[in-house]
């Protein structure tokens, strides 16, 4: 039987002599590389006894015994690696794991799908894996760069691809069939019994690479992409291998390698920072490094300054060629996008945090949900952005540099984008507010810009989940707001955060955000603007026990108040007023700021404002001594909470009237008031006056006996208070302290 080299040799002769002058198809020509010739010169199948019609060798046979194929090629195609690889463990030990998985009986080759943004490191994951396991495939290394998004030409077609890989296996020009289905089945012929690293770079898609996968189990292959090559892992069974950005130490261990250690480590600040600015993209950060050593009078604190400024940032990644130049290698990506999807793309980055939400996304490119999840999966597969939680999605910061490059090239869109993005989280903000506390609701009074779609939340705890998960967002959203001559922006939308950031204890947050919000609104002469800020101002301090900073904030809030006649803000500022009062021992004086407020909000009618004065009355009517008074005014006030949904203000009710029940003695009815409030407090999220429940709740189940059940209280009011860092904490240390002797 002769071997397959010596078909390939006389094949040209059988494809020129057949019978009846009928030309056999082009697939014939596949069918013959697995036939054998007899001695007589006819052409059998393979495992069979039957000959091929009309089909006889054209030149003499060979003598017995002698052989006339040369020794097969074994091929080396392997560029070089990367001279610097740092990192990729867990993709590492993926790829050896699937090179050391036995073949399956279905017959399909090990195959990974290798992917990731631009310049994320996939070609020298595969280079570098390839050439340290090229033993393991003694047949040969076959590479092709595919240029799937390389604009300096067009891609390399599988056609052509084949054809190279043919040639480097040694079959000659002359015996490759014009027929891509014929070329495609001697590939996979040659490659059935051989151990082959077929690595197959820079794929456009799944269908630019699968017409290059071989059939053989001994073989391996490594396919790179920016497309997520979603019908390779689910048709062919492909190991995804999907690259992420640089850790800090991977990154700081490339630059260690690449400058030096001594560099490195007598600037540890500046290299820290240059890690950051090149956002734990490999690409970047190698080419940071390239710069260094090309420039060594350049220091690495005067090319962190030069990355410093975002407009500047990737000028400064930029090394004269294609390939080392991180704006050029997003743009192969961006520029196969289609419209609508390179629209989203752009406006995303107008988006004031680093996370743009389905709704935000929609809002922002006024289409519908499903027309902006279109965009975005699309987005996802060419890894221009990432899924970050549930209909959430991110770039890195070189990504978002990029994409506000290009909204620049289009100034009205780019107005139009901002306007949009701030007008989302204006009137979403102002939903989930009002689910906190029916106070926030008439907060902004006019109506979203057309294409804005507003969230909106079924209760308090999808209103705080939205909080949370939009808060830096929307604390970004703020400064931006800011930016915008002559607008309430800023300052509504500080207003709508303080109830989430006073409830969840961020009152450093909610100082920096309101005085964001304090100048916008002076630069405005907006004079509600600045009594808003002022109030917020006056809050945070006083959480914070600076009192004499919230008496200079409420004094400016209140004058603002009567300048503008607005008796809701004055009301609100008594109220304010009238716990500085009591922090400050003054609880008579308390009570008659509190009645103050009560009285304006009686005459304005509202039922949020009434029940929360008659609240904070009582409470004070307690503190003077009043207990009948006081259970009167928190009797009237749970009346009016049943008809509202301020949780809030029901929990501070309740702490109210247990403190009332604890002043009479009555300590069973205080206790059960108080854990109505603190698991109301719970609900609604605000930790401190939760925690400020519980030490009350402590204090009645202590006056009843019930030490035990008051040490637990109170230890779970100081978890609380230490978690929120606040000084209460020392207070109720103390309560435990004789009991439990500790420090």
């Known amino acids: 039987m002769s071997e397959l080299a010596d078909v390939l040799h ?27 010739l007899n001695a007589d010169g006819e052409l059998f199948r393979k495992g069979t006894a039957e000959p091929v019609a009309g089909v006889r060798r054209t030149t003499p046979p060979r003598p017995p015994g002698t052989r006339t194929a040369a020794a097969p090629i074994v091929p080396r195609q392997l560029p070089p690696a990367g001279g610097t690889f740092v990192g990729r463990g867990a993709e590492l030990a993926l790829l050896n794991q699937l090179a050391d998985t036995a073949p399956t009986a279905s017959g399909a080759v090990p195959l990974a799908a290798i992917t990731g943004t631009a310049g994320i490191g996939k070609t020298a994951l595969a280079l570098h894996w390839a050439h340290s396991q090229a033993a393991r495939y003694p047949d040969g290394q076959l590479y092709m760069n595919l240029r799937g998004l390389d604009p300096s030409g067009p891609a390399v077609s599988p056609a052509d691809a084949i054809r190279s890989f043919l040639a480097a296996l040694g079959v000659p020009d002359s015996h490759i069939p014009p027929d891509s289905d014929a070329r495609e089945a001697l590939y996979r012929s040659i490659l059935a019994d051989r151990r082959v690293l077929v690595v197959l770079d820079d794929a456009r898609n799944a ?12 073989c391996l292959v490594l396919v790179t992409s920016r497309d997520r090559l979603y019908g390779l892992v689910t048709g062919l069974g492909a190991r995804p291998v999907s690259l992420g950005l640089f850790s800090y130490t991977d990154a700081h261990e490339l ?68 390939t080392a130049d991180a704006r050029t290698a997003f743009s192969w990506s961006y ?15 107008m988006n004031p945090g680093p996370e743009v939400s389905l709704a935000a996304a929609a809002s922002l490119t006024a ?16 890894h221009l952005l990432t899924p970050c939680g549930p209909n959430r999605w991110t770039c890195h910061d070189l990504l978002r540099v990029y994409a506000q490059e290009q909204a620049r090239e289009n100034p009205a869109e780019k107005r139009l984008a901002r306007a949009r993005a701030l007008d989302h989280y204006l009137f979403s903000a102002q939903n989930a507010a009002a689910c906190l506390s029916p106070q926030n609701a008439s907060i902004v009074t006019r109506s979203p810009r057309d294409g804005v779609v507003p969230e909106r939340f079924a209760d308090q705890a999808e209103a705080s989940a939205w909080f949370e998960a939009e808060y830096t967002t929307l604390t970004a959203a703020v400064s931006l707001a800011a930016d915008v001559p002559s607008s309430p922006y800023a300052w509504q939308l500080a207003r709508l955060l303080l109830t989430f950031q006073d409830r969840t204890s961020r009152w450093h ?8 919000a304090l100048t916008a609104a002076t630069e405005a002469a907006d004079g509600p603007g600045m009594a808003s800020a002022h109030r917020g101002l006056a809050r945070a301090a006083l959480r914070t026990r600076r009192f004499e900073a919230c008496r200079t904030h409420l004094a400016r809030a209140m004058d603002l108040a009567h300048e503008l006649d607005d008796r809701m803000s004055e009301a609100a500022v008594r109220h304010e007023l009238s716990v500085v009062h009591e922090q400050e021992g003054d609880f008579a004086l308390a009570l008659a700021e509190a009645r103050r407020a009560l009285e304006i909000f009686e005459s304005a009618g509202t039922g949020t404002g009434i029940a929360n004065g008659l609240s904070t009355v009582g409470w004070f009517q307690a503190m003077t001594g009043d207990h009948t008074g006081a259970l009167e005014s928190c009797l009237r006030a749970l009346d009016l909470h049943s008809d509202l949904t301020d949780t809030w203000g029901a929990a501070d009710t309740w702490d109210s009237l247990g403190y009332v029940h604890h ?59 230490k978690a929120l860092r606040h000084p209460d904490a020392d207070r109720v240390r103390a309560l435990i302290t004789p009991t439990t002797n500790h420090p």
């Open 10 to 36: 006389y094949s040209k002769g059988y494809l020129s002599k057949v019978e009846n002058g009928v030309k056999p198809p082009t697939q014939e020509f596949a069918l013959r590389c697995e036939q054998v």
């Open 207 to 218: 269908e630019h690479a699968r017409p290059l996968v071989p059939a053989g189990t001994g």
């Open 255 to 322: 630059l260690v390698r690449r400058l030096g250690a001594k560099c490195v480590h007598a600037e540890p600040h500046t290299a820290e920072e240059l890690i950051e600015l090149c956002a734990g993209l490999p690409l970047a950060v190698n080419i940071a490094a390239a710069r260094a050593v090309a420039q060594p009078s350049m220091t690495l604190v005067e090319q962190v300054r030069g990355m410093r400024s975002a407009r500047r940032r990737l000028d400064a990644l930029d090394l004269g060629e294609a």
């Open 335 to 349: 520029r196969l996008l289609d419209g609508s999807t390179a629209r989203l793309f752009r406006m995303q980055a």
């Open 367 to 382: 289409t519908t949900a499903q027309e902006a999840r279109r965009d975005l999966d699309e987005l996802v597969r060419t």
């Open 509 to 516: 947050d909610l100082a920096e955000v309101q005085r964001v």
């Open 663 to 721: 002043c009479l003695a009555d300590h069973d009815a205080a206790v059960a008031a108080f854990q109505r409030a603190v698991n109301l407090f719970r609900t609604s999220g605000d930790r401190y006056y939760e925690a400020g429940s519980l030490v009350r709740l402590g204090q009645s189940h202590d006056a009843a006996g019930r030490r035990d059940e008051a040490l637990r209280a109170w230890g779970s009011a100081l978890g609380l208070l």
